[in-house]
């Protein structure tokens, strides 16, 4: 299945990315040849063979629920630049980094 530079478009403008117009080509080219080894998978012959789930012979280790004391909050925050109300200010990545 080979995939449009359209559909490439179409699912960056989704992820909010945005891509030259030789970087859409080649993603449309490197998606398409992905695509085209998953299907070639499909004529693979899987009759009889077992399902695998895992390959871990281990079960899953659960331990007791138990609350323990958290570190002080002061000591957290000893090495935060920049903080209010023990919430670490970071920089706005939404709205092109602007003040919201």
Same mark, same amino acid.
């Given at each position: !299945?080979?995939?449009?530079? *359209? $559909? +490439?478009?179409?699912?960056?403008?989704?992820?909010?990315? =945005?891509?030259?117009?030789?970087? /859409?080509?080649?993603?449309?080219?490197?998606?398409?040849?992905?695509?085209? !080894?998953?299907?070639?998978? *499909? $004529? +693979?012959?899987?009759?009889?063979?077992?399902?695998?789930? =895992?390959?871990?012979?281990?079960? /899953?280790?659960?331990?007791?629920?138990?609350?323990?004391?958290?570190?002080?909050?002061?000591?957290?925050?000893?090495? +935060?630049?920049?903080?209010?109300?023990?919430?670490?200010?970071?920089?706005?990545?939404?709205?092109?980094?602007?003040?919201?």
């Amino acid at each position: !299945m080979k995939l449009s530079q *359209e $559909e +490439v478009r179409h699912v960056a403008k989704l992820s909010k990315l =945005t891509f030259s117009e030789s970087e /859409t080509e080649a993603f449309a080219t490197t998606l398409s040849k992905i695509v085209e !080894m998953v299907e070639m998978l *499909e $004529e +693979v012959d899987t009759q009889g063979v077992a399902v695998t789930t =895992t390959m871990a012979d281990r079960k /899953t280790v659960i331990r007791e629920d138990v609350a323990e004391n958290g570190t002080d909050r002061d000591l957290l925050f000893k090495n +935060v630049p920049e903080k209010e109300n023990y919430f670490i200010k970071v920089p706005a990545i939404l709205d092109d980094g602007g003040d919201a």
